[in-house]
T-cell receptor, first 113, second 118 residues
Framework: AQTVTQSQPEMSVQEAETVTLSCTYD???????LFWYKQPPSRQMILVIR??????QNATENRFSVNFQKAAKSFSLKISDSQLGDTAMYFC??????????FGAGTRLTVKP | DSGVTQTPKHLITATGQRVTLRCSPR?????VYWYQQSLDQGLQFLIQ???????AKGNILERFSAQQFPDLHSELNLSSLELGDSALYFC?????????????????FGDGTRLSIL
């Protein structure tokens, strides 16, 4: 069974600084998909970024980028130039080719002014 | 706005009761997923439907069932409710009709239904 581990329950960062959220996963699959979702206090689930395991190039979306290390089964999220609106729970998610998606327990990020 | 609509937004009921949660996917999306998020927890995948057929099953209790109708909306039925069933239930959709059915489609979430069992 696939598992997703986020080892940082809580993190904080100063506005305009950079922060990295960690995620590791366990799978025997070779083809799979990885996602980061953001859940602000409104409790909406918002897709931040996604990565296909067969792609070596790390995905980027504006201030958000990932460091995907397939051999290490690591998928960290880097947020550059942090903004107050980035304060949220961040969930790492793994999806296998059968569309079974597993989420990590989340990291609560607080951006401080 | 994700385009995914969930009703009701809030539901309060008692133990032993049965409730139905409803989800309308984004226009054109063929897949519907259901998740359970207990307080301060991550999301637990319950079940996925694709174009009316069950496609994947996660940690869904036998007391829970779901279906997807021909118009692609979905319902999650929760019966014999227990206090531990109190949670936020999310629906997500993906796989636009014009796209492919492979697993690289991101999921778009509704705002959730908050279920409180008294």
């Amino acid at each position: 069974a696939q598992t997703v581990t986020q080892s940082q329950p809580e993190m904080s960062v100063q506005e305009a600084e950079t922060v990295t959220l960690s995620c590791t996963y366990d799978t025997s699959e070779n083809n799979y998909y990885l996602f980061w979702y953001k859940q602000p206090p409104s409790r909406q689930m918002i897709l931040v970024i996604r990565q296909e395991a067969y792609k070596q190039q790390n995905a980027t979306e504006n201030r958000f980028s990932v460091n995907f290390q397939k051999a290490a089964k690591s998928f960290s999220l880097k947020i550059s130039d942090s903004q107050l609106g980035d304060t949220a729970m961040y969930f790492c998610a793994f999806m296998n080719p059968s569309n079974d998606m597993r989420f990590g327990a989340g990291t609560r990020l607080t951006v401080k002014p | 706005d994700s385009g995914v609509t969930q009703t009701p937004k809030h539901l309060i009921t008692a133990t032993g009761q049965r409730v139905t949660l409803r989800c309308s996917p984004r226009s054109g999306d063929l897949s519907v997923y259901w998740y359970q998020q207990s307080l301060d927890q991550g999301l637990q995948f319950l079940i996925q439907y694709y174009n009316g057929e069950e496609r994947a099953k996660g940690n869904i209790l036998e007391r829970f069932s779901a279906q997807q109708f021909p118009d692609l909306h979905s319902e999650l039925n929760l019966s014999s409710l227990e206090l531990g069933d109190s949670a936020l239930y999310f629906c997500a959709s993906s796989h636009p009709r014009t796209g492919n059915s492979e697993g690289n489609q991101p999921q778009h979430f509704g705002d959730g239904t908050r279920l409180s069992i008294l």
